[in-house]
């Protein structure tokens, strides 16, 4: 059994961070007897998701970066309250699709809206709650288009942004990478969904021992 972990998944459109916490969550759940709260940003509670309707569908100019990045606090705020500091507190491990390095990529970096503003938000909204290791699969932008249009979805609002803006979202994930390794693992999301599932247990495994 173990104590209360925080994983975040983050990458670019098509990158298969979907498949990977389900997988990752049946791990855990069999291997550390462990109990497991799946979350999103945006989204996770009711109004949350009415929040993330507003981000992800309609046309791709709806809102500025700094809109977004308000809107993307409004929602994380509400799930850190709701769903994570109580599951964490409860002892689960939980797993989020997304958290604030998504905001410092596609609003700050990618977006234009400024390192302060980022910052105050986060400052704001998320009382020091950091994720305990975040999870970066990377994969090039063309691909991970190509995989994510494949997809029934009506959520395209970002991927309509087009490839340029893609590139610069992986770039900036892979600055954000460097600049924290002490929580980042960057994995290789080209491969098989298995072979990644291997190689991000192998990692982890050692962080769970740690807190079991």
């Known amino acids: 059994m173990m104590s209360g972990i925080f994983i975040s998944f983050e990458g670019g459109e098509g990158s298969g961070k979907t498949t990977q916490i389900k997988l990752l969550s049946n791990w ?3 291997q550390w007897a462990g109990r497991v709260t799946q979350t999103r940003e945006p989204g996770g509670t009711n109004g949350a998701e009415l929040i993330r309707n507003l981000l992800v569908t309609g046309d791709e100019k709806r809102w500025d970066s700094v809109t977004e990045a308000l809107l993307m606090t409004a929602s994380r705020r509400d799930n850190l309250m709701r769903i994570i500091k109580p599951a964490l507190e409860d002892g689960d491990a939980v797993i989020t699709d997304r958290f604030y390095d998504s905001t410092s990529v596609y609003q700050g970096i990618v977006g234009g809206a400024s390192a302060e503003l980022i910052n ?3 400052s704001l909204c998320l009382d020091e709650m950091t994720p305990d290791v975040t999870i970066l699969l990377d994969i ?3 691909l991970g288009l190509s995989r ?3 997809a029934e979805n009506v959520e395209t609002r970002f991927e309509n942004k087009g490839l340029e803006f893609h590139q610069k979202v992986r770039a900036g ?3 954000l990478a460097k600049a924290h390794p002490e929580r980042f693992m960057v994995v290789d999301a080209s491969r098989n969904e298995k072979v990644i599932h291997d190689d991000i247990i ?3 495994t050692p962080v769970l021992k ?3």
């Open 202 to 204: 192998a990692r982890l």
């Open 173 to 175: 994930y892979l600055e």
């Open 148 to 150: 994510s249009t494949r």
């Open 120 to 122: 105050a938000l986060n």
């Open 210 to 212: 740690a807190r079991s």
């Open 28 to 30: 855990i759940m069999g």
């Open 140 to 142: 090039d932008p063309q």
